[in-house]
């Protein structure tokens, strides 16, 4: 039995690339020196519509940094989710569970040196997430270039920055899709009067399924 179950899997790039892009903010897992996670966000690069490498940087002192350089990690990416009770299902004999979206990266990390690479992803990062929250108010996206005299020069020797040159990449999208069609839109519906904006996010997502 293979898992993710195939009805969970995404092969479509642009789903992954989309996703990784709304979602930025990863968790990034290491084996070197004992398991260990952060969170910490990631620029996506992409080529001919696939993601090939993650650029990022992490705190000096964090024991992640050491032994970073040429060692396999894993991404990921936690895309919309949201609880579902078995009350919402036509169905209301099988338990709770929880819908989600995710990309997960396995590659291998890769420490660079040099304050342009370091001004080039920050202002990747800014123009990638701050549009994200346009209706704050009118601001243009902060570049490095906007940074205090000095300051991106005593920040970056303070920093491990990095890339992640992606081996493999896996979206799972878990949307009750192994459930019958009546339990889903009854899901779906009860997911729309939800506060939350995840779980209405789910619930169109649900509603497309085919």
Not at 144 to 157: C, F, H, K, N
Request: hydrophobic share 35%; aromatic share 8%.
């Amino acid at each position: 039995m293979s898992y993710p179950p195939s009805p969970r899997r995404v092969t479509d790039a642009a789903a992954a690339v989309q996703l990784m892009g709304l979602h930025p903010l990863a968790h990034l897992f290491t084996s070197h020196g004992g398991l260990r996670v952060t969170r910490i966000p990631f620029v996506t690069d992409v080529e001919s519509g696939c993601p090939t490498r993650l650029r990022a940087h992490i705190n000096g002192q964090n024991p992640q940094a050491q032994g970073l350089d040429g060692a396999s990690v894993l991404v990921a990416f936690s895309g919309c989710e949201t609880y579902v009770s078995p009350h919402w299902r036509v169905d209301t004999t099988r338990g709770g569970t929880y819908d989600y979206e995710e990309v997960v990266v396995r590659g291998t990390a890769r420490v660079v040196e040099g304050i342009e690479f370091f001004r080039e992803m920050i202002d990747d990062l800014s123009s990638l997430i701050e549009p994200q929250y346009a209706e704050v108010g009118e601001y243009p996206v902060w570049q490095t270039s906007m940074a205090a005299p000095g300051y991106i020069e005593r920040l970056v020797p303070q920093i491990t920055q990095f890339v992640v040159e992606i081996d493999e990449y896996e979206m799972i999208s878990k949307l009750h899709q192994q459930f019958p069609r009546e339990d889903q839109l009854a899901v779906a519906d009860h997911l729309s009067r939800c506060h939350r904006d995840d779980s209405r996010v789910i619930a169109e997502k649900i509603r497309r399924l085919p």
